[in-house]
């Protein structure tokens, strides 16, 4: 899921410079937008864990202006 692609870590302890990484960039997340990364969209057996987990969390119902994608 692309929201969820975000790595931070902390690169130095004398002056506190984190550094972000974001494959996808962070479009998705600051629109709401949840859809599968494009190895998961285009491997089944990928896919299918992708939509069991978004079927299981229902973020949808939950969270009702986020925009859950499923290809």
């Given amino acids: 899921m692309t929201p969820n692609l975000i790595w931070k870590r902390l690169c130095s302890l004398n002056n ?3 550094e972000i990484l974001v494959p996808y960039g962070l479009t998705d997340l600051f629109e ?3 859809r599968p990364t494009p190895s998961f969209n285009q491997n089944f057996e990928l896919h299918t864990i992708y939509s ?3 079927r299981s969390k229902k973020w949808g119902s939950i969270w009702s202006k986020l925009t859950v994608e499923s290809e």
């Fill in 52 to 54: 069991n987990r978004i």
């Fill in 32 to 34: 709401g937008i949840v």
């Fill in 16 to 18: 506190n410079h984190i």
